[in-house]
């Protein structure tokens, strides 16, 4: 079965640069979310979406945005960089419904130097 | 989202049942009780999820109190591959509803 894409999976970039993450949910999935787990912690929520709109924020920096196209894949946008940035970027996508249950992709490694 | 509470860690011996306790003893009506595991560095994978009644899935079980306020996952034949961190998450049904991870049980299978 088709699982959530993230491109790309390695992505090393030095302080002050930009950094653009991608995820493709799964096909027919409409909401996707990010989370970032820095080494040692538990993967915190960043942000989602659902059907294209922000439906959820978390603790996202504001140096950061995140949109979701027509197609649903999303991107999340980095900007001036800072060493703490370093982390594991995983996407999620789900089905909208009743319940429902968030499929991870395999990451994005962020290595900021 | 209702908080929840588990043990740091478990070790389970290889082609045994693994009981995974969770407590959440401020669930609400609403709420749903998800389970999810990370091995090392993956992403976290979906196991199974239970509003009231116990369920079952081709990875696991779930037991969930009559009053709610805790479960127990049930991981029937634990193999090495089980090892990883295992998270309790309770959260609505609603659209967006983002899973909050922390406090995880690590859960080591030992041959």
């Known amino acids: 079965a088709a699982g959530v894409i993230q491109s790309p999976r390695h992505l090393i970039k030095e302080k002050r640069e930009t950094a653009t993450l991608k995820c493709y949910p799964i096909?027919?999935?409409?909401?996707v979310y990010w989370y970032q787990q820095g080494p040692g912690q538990d993967p915190q929520f960043l942000i989602s979406f659902y059907e294209k709109m922000q439906s959820d924020k978390g603790s996202i920096p504001d140096r950061f945005s995140a949109q979701q196209f027509s197609d649903y894949h999303s991107e999340l946008n980095m900007s001036s960089l800072e060493l703490g940035d370093s982390a594991l970027y995983f996407c999620?996508?789900?089905?909208?419904?009743?319940?429902?249950?968030?499929?991870f992709g395999p990451g994005t490694r962020l290595t900021v130097t | 989202d209702a908080k929840t509470t588990q043990p740091p860690s478990m070790d389970c011996a290889e082609g045994r049942a693994a009981n995974l306790p969770c407590n959440h003893s401020t669930i609400s009506g609403n709420e749903y009780v998800y389970w999810y595991r990370q091995i090392h560095s993956q992403g976290p994978q979906y196991i199974i999820h239970?509003?009231?009644n116990n369920e079952t899935n081709e990875m696991a079980s779930l037991i969930i109190t009559e009053d709610r306020k805790s479960s127990t996952l049930i991981l029937p034949h634990a193999t090495l591959r089980d090892t990883a961190v295992y998270y309790c998450?309770?959260?609505?049904?609603?659209?967006?509803?983002?899973?909050?991870f922390g406090d995880g049980t690590t859960l080591t299978v030992k041959p």
């Open positions: 998450i309770v959260r609505p049904f609603t659209n967006a509803g983002k899973s909050t």
């Open positions: 239970g509003l009231k």
């Open positions: 096909p027919r999935h409409d909401t």
């Open positions: 999620a996508s789900s089905l909208a419904g009743v319940v429902y249950e968030q499929y």
